[in-house]
């Protein structure tokens, strides 16, 4: 059982990494469009003006997280933050379709 907890806890780090570092150093601003969207859609027009800087912390957040996760550094602390992200992201992800088909 502990290979398996192991073997996952390297795939999740390494995912995290590249996507991070992917997002963080091919398509910043791109991902900041993306941000921008969501903030148009939920009538949150005044964070446009931080949307790089937002995208460039949540591209270096997934990196950090993914490095301490491989590393096994404050595993619990690490785990919930990572379950927030994914949790946050894909209900935003949700609900942007939600408001774009309606």
Do not use: H, P
Not at 3 to 12: G, K, Q
Not at 86 to 93: E, K
Request: charged share 10%; glycine share 6%; proline share 0%.
């Amino acid at each position: 059982m502990k290979y398996i907890v192991t073997l996952c806890r390297i795939l999740v780090g390494v995912l995290f990494i590249i996507s991070g570092f992917i997002k963080g150093t091919n398509d910043t601003l791109g991902f900041s469009y993306k941000l921008d969207e969501y903030f148009l859609v939920f009538n949150m027009s005044f964070m446009s003006a931080f949307s790089v800087a937002l995208a460039q912390f949540i591209c270096v957040a997934e990196i950090v997280l993914g490095v301490a996760t491989l590393v096994g550094w404050r595993m619990n602390l690490v785990t919930w933050l990572l379950m927030l992200m994914i949790v946050f992201f894909t209900f935003l992800t949700f609900l942007f379709c939600l408001f774009q088909c309606c």
